[in-house]
């Protein structure tokens, strides 16, 4: 009897880790930017400031977390560029997981394993019920008046996952998709749906080399992956970092998102 416990005990471990990793994670955010808090600088009404147009970030979180606990994020966003983006940060609805035996928290899509692999099952038809969701957010953007061209989605881990999706099954050229401990959520078969005007959306891949959550391996098959569809990714590896994203990560986001940037002119 002992012996079977022991055995339970170790099944509920690794999704409770998993959870916990995710969390952690967001807490640590919270912490950091309430000790390094910067406000956005004021608006300004230099030329400079005059000849920008309205941009808009939607930010998809991980497994098991909420929109609400990532917003501090757009704080470590200070350049002048961002004085008029529009930032979102949605919550995924609260579906069964797999990989932590049917369990019931926030999740984009099913997910079948942990650690994710570059060949791990794929739940495509999640995945493509949650695109649609975030094409609806896209699309009420653009609806209001924001250039496609200042459109940047971006995600951690399974909202890494679904950034990507979500930017290749867009029908139109977005400013970018920024990948942040994510992979690939669909399988070649996919590509076919991809449109020329997705194509040229740039993608930033960023991923931790001591990821044991998504593993580097599943990252590093998404650069070439790219490649062959001819979509343009820039892939950045960081030594050291687990399953988390760095404040140098973030810096590195608003630069990248600073030169893609369009003027209203």
Not at 120 to 145: C, R, Y
Request: charged share 15%; net charge neutral.
């Amino acid at each position: 009897m002992e012996e079977q416990k022991c055995k339970k005990l170790m099944l509920l471990a690794k999704p409770i880790c998993l959870l916990l990793v995710t969390l952690a994670s967001t807490l640590i955010f919270i912490l950091f930017f309430q000790l390094n808090h910067q406000l956005p600088n004021s608006y300004s009404h230099n030329k400079k400031q005059d000849s920008m147009a309205r941009s808009f970030v939607l930010w998809l979180h991980g497994l098991g977390d909420s929109g609400p606990a990532n917003e501090p994020i757009k704080t470590l966003f200070t350049s002048t560029e961002f004085n008029i983006t529009k930032w979102s940060f949605p919550s995924a609805p609260n579906n069964p997981v797999t990989c932590n035996y049917g369990s019931v928290m926030p999740s984009w899509f099913d997910i079948h394993e942990i650690p994710v692999t570059a060949d791990s099952p794929k739940d495509e038809s999640g995945v493509l019920k949650a695109v649609q969701n975030v094409h609806a957010m896209i699309d009420k953007e653009v609806a209001a008046g924001t250039d496609p061209n200042n459109v940047f989605v971006c995600g951690f881990s399974q909202g890494g996952a679904l950034t990507l999706a979500s930017v290749l099954l867009y029908p139109r050229t977005l400013g970018g998709g920024a990948v942040f401990s994510g992979w690939v959520p669909f399988n070649s078969s996919m590509i076919e749906k991809f449109t020329q005007d997705a194509k040229r959306t740039p993608i930033l891949w960023s991923h931790g080399m001591a990821d044991r959550t998504v593993l580097f391996e599943a990252g590093q098959a998404g650069p070439p992956f790219l490649e062959k569809v001819g979509v343009s990714c820039e892939f950045k590896a960081y030594p050291g970092l687990g399953h988390s994203i760095s404040n140098e990560e973030l810096r590195y986001l608003e630069s990248w998102i600073k030169t893609r940037l369009k003027s209203s002119s």
